[in-house]
């Protein structure tokens, strides 16, 4: 996280692995991640989504049909 002002600025994730392109959810509290954890193969990413909260990011793995809906739904209306 990161202040306004551009002090402040906090990892999120901790794993050893590359996690990329956070977004939080309009309301914010939820994160959606690309990351190689629990990957099956090299240059394979997952995508989480975990609820925002403030002493950690309990994290849901997300398949592929989830995507989709999460994706379409969002590009018309809100789905958080």
């Known amino acids: ?3 306004d002002d551009g002090t402040g600025l906090s990892q999120i994730t ?3 692995t590359f996690d990329s392109f956070p977004m939080f959810s309009p309301d914010g509290k939820k994160l ?3 990351s190689a954890r ?3 193969g090299p240059h394979k ?4 989504l975990a609820d925002w909260v403030e002493s950690g990011v309990p994290m849901v793995r997300i398949n ?3 995507l989709i ?3 379409l739904t969002t590009m018309f209306y809100p789905l958080f």
């Open 38 to 40: 629990n990957s099956t």
């Open 69 to 71: 809906y999460i994706v």
């Open 14 to 16: 901790y794993d050893k």
């Open 64 to 66: 592929f049909g989830l």
């Open 45 to 48: 990413m997952n995508i989480f």
């Open 32 to 34: 959606i991640f690309i």
């Open 1 to 3: 996280m990161i202040n």
